[in-house]
């Protein structure tokens, strides 16, 4: 068992009685194929049923009891009478509708949409409730994605490598497409599929214009083709400076004829090659990128030129918020906001601005990013992290939907009192049709895709987070557990406690009330609070906790760096008063004195200390947790998470020793008696050597 086949298992269904219940519910599957996705569905369905089931579900013209019928109202005109107009309407271009029905005299489950693409995402949807062991007797579902662009971002190089990747090299073997079609495209895009992703950026956002030159395209709508089946669309990060690079100008400044001829003709080849190209992701005048403010132009007219290009083919642009200016600002927080705010309502229609759940860059925790809400004449899309950066690599187990509900469920309060940053994305409140949600890939060409098995869960719950945002943490899990290990109640019960706990657990042991930004400098593994050699002052820790004789913590009040005042005045209230800011944020927003007393009666101090000795015990609480599952699955995966869980209790304890260590330093109290002793000294942890990390 190594974990290739993700989610997707259909081992035999192992309750008896529910197997025969579902062979007499599902006998044969009918379903047109006069398209490559209903190809797709219809093979899926009989590989999916036959091994669920453990008998052949063929696929068959005749209309019997439990035939599962795939088929738009143009197929069969009957449908549009059955469901209705307005139901169908409610679906969209993706959305499905599964229904239990009678059809000349038998008993059938129609799946339906208006497009080929919803009978898809409704056939995987058929396939989750079988793996999941639902009932399927009396189904009435009707389900529509709340985001239109349901994307990951690779961060892969031309080279293999993968900036932040954990999991091996790119899964993208360049050198031998476009000729050779790896199964892991395949299978990819299936998995995509199943989850309701709908398009893929291929290449880093630290871009390589060669990706756009002939040769490289060719191997781009291999991908492309390969995809198409799974309506997978592709797109691919833009060098703001390839009409220089590669396109012999002297010039790249958007305003410039030649420049934006050049990308219209580019864009047109482009198109030559992948008719249903998505479109381009650009990082722009960040850390370095080349972009439009190199000729004193806005990120406005970057965007638009080459929302120009790609406009006549129904193309789009997704502009990312992630800046920084080439000096040190006083506070990095403020830098997206004060950028691209004034920007409102001057990019055109096919442009969305990709902005960062957080204001800083993927911290175990972050508050809401303050251009939610505050640019509602622009689509916002929202950028999660999925590969962990900053959160253990693909070594320690960390569920996050925890984080990213965190950040949808935050009230921005834009419009009134419930305008949540759920709402910004997923445009209703400001009545945006164009939206999106993308998560950079923690995907490499490990056998199990992701490196920790559990990273597969993150992948997982972006797919479903984007399709239906009001998903709890609980319920992904819950469906993430059932089809990757097994419908046994009690392995359920205790991975998904363990899931949903680890977030927290983590924050704990790393960057608790509120710290942020205290990781390895460069490759941001492990703790390196002390950290203060950066050619740049906010790349080091220091500057992000602000530790000295009085407290700890970011003042970003009135009387700090005032970057609160980029929130709606109830958000900046609640955040600005020590009393009232929820202690998960406490340092976030403030420089705190050592000796505060925080609402359990405790100091700063003995808190910090509770917080980062909890994290460990937690940890310990997850090892004897899995080590009771080892009956319910394969010794394969139960041993691999073992291991990894064992190195996670380690470096839990190197977070903790370490950044208390430190923090002591300028607290001068003792660690409460009552805890394990730090077993190393603070030199110690200084000097300890991260020997490898992939950057
Ligand atoms: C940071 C990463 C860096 C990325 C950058 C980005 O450290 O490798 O290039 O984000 O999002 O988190 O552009």
């Known amino acids: ?118 009978l898809l995402y409704g056939a995987f949807h058929f396939l989750r409730l079988l793996q999941t062991q639902q009932s399927i007797r009396q189904l009435s579902i009707s389900s529509t994605p709340k985001i239109k662009l349901r994307l990951l971002n690779h961060w892969d190089n031309l080279n293999r490598t993968v900036e932040r990747g954990y999991a091996g090299n790119s899964i993208w073997d360049w050198q031998r497409l476009p000729g050779y079609i790896d199964q892991r495209y395949l299978d990819y895009a299936r998995a995509n599929a199943s989850i309701g992703i709908n398009g893929t950026v291929l290449t880093n956002v630290n871009a390589n214009a060669v990706i756009l030159t002939a040769d490289w395209l060719q191997k781009v709508a291999a991908l492309a083709n390969a995809f198409r089946p799974y309506n997978l669309k592709v797109y691919l990060t833009a060098r703001f400076s390839a009409p220089v690079e590669i396109g012999n100008l002297k010039t790249a ?41 190199n000729y004193n132009r806005t990120h406005a007219d970057g965007a638009n030129m080459l929302a120009e290009a790609v406009a006549p083919h129904d193309g789009i642009v997704m502009w990312r918020a992630f800046v920084y200016s080439s000096e040190t600002p006083e506070d990095r927080f403020k830098q997206a906001y004060n950028e691209f705010k004034p920007l409102d309502g001057q990019f055109k229609k096919n442009v969305l601005v990709q902005v960062k759940n957080g204001p800083i860059d993927f911290q175990p925790r972050e508050p809401f990013h303050p251009l939610f809400g505050a640019m509602p004449q622009t689509p916002l899309m929202m950028e999660y992290q999925l590969t962990q950066e900053y959160l253990g690599f693909a070594t320690h187990l960390v569920y996050l939907a925890p984080l990213f509900k965190e950040v949808l469920n935050a009230d921005t309060h834009s419009k009134n009192e419930n305008s949540p940053v759920a709402q910004i994305v997923d445009g209703t409140t400001d009545e945006h049709t164009l939206t999106g949600m993308a998560g950079v890939s923690n995907i490499g060409s490990d056998i199990n895709w992701t490196g920790h098995p559990f990273g597969q869960a993150n992948w997982y719950t972006l797919g479903r987070l984007a399709w239906d945002n009001t998903l709890t943490p609980a319920q992904i899990a819950n469906e993430w557990i059932r089809q990757t290990f097994t419908n046994k109640q009690a392995f359920v019960d205790t991975v998904q406690q363990l899931m949903l706990a680890s977030r927290e657990i983590q924050v704990n042991y790393m960057t608790p009330l509120g710290l942020h930004h205290i990781m390895g400098y460069g490759h941001h593994y492990g703790p390196a609070p002390w950290y203060n050699k950066a050619p740049r002052a906010d790349w080091n820790p220091v500057y992000f906790h602000k530790a000295d004789s009085i407290g700890i913590g970011f003042n970003r009040t009135a009387t700090g760096s005032n970057a609160l005042a980029q929130y709606q005045p109830a958000v900046r209230q609640q955040f600005e008063n020590m009393g009232t800011c929820p202690e998960a944020f406490l340092l976030w927003f403030h420089h705190v004195p050592w000796d505060y007393k925080m609402h359990s009666g405790k100091t700063l101090w003995e808190t910090l200390c509770d917080k980062y000795y909890s994290g460990v015990d937690s940890v310990r609480w997850m090892q004897r947790s899995w080590d009771h599952l080892k009956n319910y699955i394969d010794t394969e995966r139960f041993n691999q998470i073992k291991q990894l869980l064992a190195i996670q209790e380690q470096e839990a304890v190197w977070w903790r020793n370490a950044c208390l260590l430190y923090f002591q330093t300028f607290s001068n109290k003792p660690i409460p008696e009552k805890y394990e002793k730090p077993d190393h000294t603070l030199a110690y942890y200084e000097e300890l050597e991260f020997p490898y990390a992939p950057h």
């Open 1 to 118: 068992e190594d974990g290739y086949r993700l989610w997707l298992r259909y081992n035999t269904i192992d309750n008896v009685s529910l197997l025969q219940q579902y062979r007499q519910q599902v006998t044969s599957i009918n379903c047109p194929s006069d398209d490559a996705r209903l190809v797709s569905a219809n093979q899926e369905l009989q590989t999916g049923l036959s091994g669920l089931l453990g008998k052949k579900i063929p696929l068959q013209t005749a209309v019997i009891n439990g035939t599962v019928m795939l088929a738009l109202p143009t197929h069969l005109p009957f449908i549009r009478k059955q469901i209705g107009d307005t139901a169908m309407a409610r679906l969209g271009d993706e959305g499905f509708i599964i229904r239990t029905i009678k059809y000349e005299g038998k008993n059938i489950t129609l799946i339906t949409a208006n497009k080929q693409a919803g």
């Open 253 to 293: 400044d958007p305003l410039d004829p030649a420049v934006r001829k050049w990308w219209k003709d580019k864009t047109d080849e482009i198109y030559k090659y992948i008719p249903d190209f998505g479109g381009f992701l650009v990082k722009a005048n960040s850390e370095g990128q080349p972009g439009p403010q």
